[in-house]
């Protein structure tokens, strides 16, 4: 265990009442941002964006499944890959379960990734996941929504982030990406309303939420123990 400043209860107290000033104006300016997440002009897709489920081909107004607003995980899973990523495993850990009371909502939380639809279907499986998970690798979605980036994409100006790639990236094309995009559909038309990405999503991650508020944070200088769930050696 790392050394700490140890101190009374008193000056504990003094000092938690301090951070909770701080905490209580973080979450006004959370309050905020909601609200002007909210006010983003909505732009229409104009692509026939196609994807494979497990019952076949669908475009992108099938995949809100009779509700208005759809929310999509960029799942990091690579057509190549053997299993999705560890860090995206975790986090769909925290949201598998949600997605039932968000359909109650009016809103479909689906996950996208560019691997073939069997080996989504195999890995959901494995990790015993309910969500929606399709999968866009004979369209552009995920090139377009700067999540997947191969020589020809970046030779045509991708960006992540709203900003152009990181020439750090280059030397390790194709790269997968990971980030959280809205959708609304109104009639006929579906809207993009939002998109996030890296620290943009910290949020979705309940794990770290939890870890925050753990004694040593999410000590990310050693994340050796972290794998996904099933591959954790018994106690």
């Not at 003094?14 to 909601?34: I, M, P, V």
């Not at 959901?124 to 979605?141: A, E």
């Not at 609304?184 to 038309?189: I, Q, V």
């Amino acid at each position: 265990m790392p050394r700490h400043t140890v101190g009374t209860r008193d000056e504990w107290l003094a000092a938690r009442k301090d951070l909770l000033k701080a905490e209580k104006e973080h979450t006004r300016q959370s309050d905020e941002l909601a609200r002007r997440r909210l006010e983003l002009p909505w732009v229409a897709i104009e692509k026939d964006y196609r994807f494979d489920t497990e019952n076949g081909e669908v475009r992108l107004a099938d995949l809100f499944a009779g509700n208005s607003q759809l929310l999509i995980y960029h799942f990091m899973f690579g057509p190549d890959w053997g299993a999705g990523c560890p860090v995206c495993s975790a986090v769909a850990d925290g949201f598998d379960g949600i997605a039932i009371h968000l359909a109650h909502h009016d809103v479909t939380l689906t996950a996208v990734s560019r691997a073939p639809i069997e080996k989504l279907t195999a890995y959901r499986q494995r990790m015993g996941w309910s969500f929606p998970w399709v999968s866009s690798s004979r369209s552009d979605f995920n090139f377009d929504f700067g999540v997947s980036f191969t020589e020809d994409s970046v030779s045509g100006g991708a960006e992540h982030n709203f900003r152009p790639l990181d020439a750090a990236l280059l030397d390790h094309l194709p790269v997968e990406g990971h980030g959280v995009s809205a959708f609304a559909l109104d009639e006929d038309a579906v809207f993009h309303t939002y998109s996030a990405y890296t620290r943009g999503t910290d949020v979705l991650f309940s794990m770290w939420q939890w870890l925050d508020r753990a004694p040593l944070g999410r000590n990310l200088g050693d994340l050796s123990w972290f794998h996904r769930h099933d591959e954790y050696a018994p106690d």
